[in-house]
């Protein structure tokens, strides 16, 4: 029988899915910070879970139930397979878990969310959303003309699951498409795609600026002063990333002289961003308290792809989204 440690609320989306593997498996539930077994006999203390499913209920849930979850992990000592809900790694307690089980592997689900996210924060720059609302406030029946998505030249710094899905919707939409990525070549979901070192000279052209890149010691505060100077003054800067990719003193500088026209971040450098953070204030700032992938159809997509591999793992075969251990280091 392998124990398998999994937060309340997610085992209650997935109990049924469950079913097929009852025979071999005890799903160890962590409720209101208590862990009992949902199957066969009672838990041992301390438990001992070979298999870890670790999510937002997790992360995002009561204190209690959480600070039990990461104590467990971090005392199991057979810990064979943590499966992680989130795409990156740059964590230092995800890291910690992917050092200390013998294979972690990652989902993509909430790529569909932010992709979506994308979309509506262009749209509402396109279509001056701020000043709608402010006409709408004041009862000022102004006529504002707007920008289309369709023409756009996007510049994706990123090309992984979150630049391909919007890619995908921004093509649909009549956009052209410039992604960034490590290995430069053609790509099915992009009109071109380029390495790194010709970053600078793409932005000139690109209408919108999406960062969707991992925090790497090689993408931290890519977006300086010298990046934003290469900007159009009516573009559009987002980020979905990590909030280290811009440094957010240069950020703030460069709005206030007007390139870029308008900045959309769900993430900031430090979270959650403190009360007197000048990005919550600043007129050309619309900030989210990173939240583009909190939906249900994330969770639902992500406790998929656990499922799915869970499969595999009790059939003997190669589980999916392995994230090697140097990228863990």
Same mark, same amino acid.
């Given at each position: ?11 209650d ?8 593997f ?8 962590v409720? $209101? ?11 041992? #203390?301390?438990v ?6 670790g ?11 959480? $600070? ?14 943590? =499966? ?5 790694? $740059?964590?230092?307690? +995800? ?6 089980? %013998?294979?972690?592997? #990652? ?8 992709? %979506?996210?994308? !979309? ?12 709608r609302?402010?006409?709408?406030e @004041?009862?000022?029946?102004?006529? !504002?003309?707007?920008?289309? !998505?369709s023409?756009?030249?996007? +510049?994706?710094?990123?090309?992984? %699951?979150?630049?391909r ?11 052209y ?10 790509d099915?979901?992009? $009109? ?17 600026v ?7 010691? %090689?993408?931290q505060n ?5 990046f ?24 703030? @500088? ?14 900031v @450098? ?14 050309k ?18 406790? =998929? ?5 869970l ?5 003997g ?13």
């Amino acid at each position: 029988m392998i124990d398998l440690l999994i937060h309340g609320r997610t085992f209650d989306r997935v109990v049924d899915a469950l079913q097929p593997f009852r025979a071999r498996i005890r799903p160890l539930v962590v409720r $209101d910070g208590e862990i009992t077994a949902a199957w066969g006999p009672t838990a041992e #203390n301390p438990v001992q879970p070979e298999i870890v499913f670790g999510n937002t209920d997790v992360y995002f849930g009561d204190a209690a139930s959480r $600070d039990t979850f990461i104590q467990t992990v971090l005392e199991t000592k057979k810990l064979r397979w943590f =499966q992680s809900s989130a795409t990156g790694t $740059d964590r230092a307690l +995800l890291k910690t878990f992917g050092r200390q089980a %013998e294979i972690y592997t #990652n989902a993509h689900g909430q790529a569909v969310a932010i992709a %979506e996210y994308v !979309l509506w924060q262009t749209l509402d720059f396109l279509r001056a959303g701020p000043e709608r609302r402010a006409n709408a406030e @004041a009862r000022a029946w102004r006529r !504002l003309s707007a920008r289309e !998505l369709s023409g756009l030249n996007w +510049l994706i710094f990123g090309f992984g %699951e979150i630049g391909r899905e919007t890619a995908k919707r921004v093509r649909l939409l009549g956009g052209y498409v410039v992604g960034v990525r490590r290995t430069p070549g053609p790509d099915p979901d992009a $009109d071109q795609i380029i390495g790194p070192g010709g970053l600078h000279a793409a932005l000139p052209a690109a209408d919108v600026v999406l960062l969707c890149a991992p925090l790497t010691s %090689e993408t931290q505060n890519i977006a300086d002063a010298a990046f934003f100077s290469n900007m159009r003054e009516d573009a559009l800067l987002i980020n979905v990333g990590r909030g280290a990719l811009v440094v957010e003193s240069d950020l703030i @500088a460069a709005l206030d002289a007007g390139r870029p026209a308008f900045a959309a971040l769900d993430v900031v @450098a430090q979270e959650p961003a403190a009360p007197d953070n000048p990005l919550w204030a600043h007129p050309k700032v619309n900030l989210t308290a990173h939240d583009s992938p909190a939906t249900r159809g994330s969770k639902q997509r992500n406790d =998929q792809t656990f499922l799915d591999n869970l499969k595999r793992y009790l059939d003997g075969e190669p589980l999916q989204n392995i994230v090697p251990k140097s990228d863990l280091e």
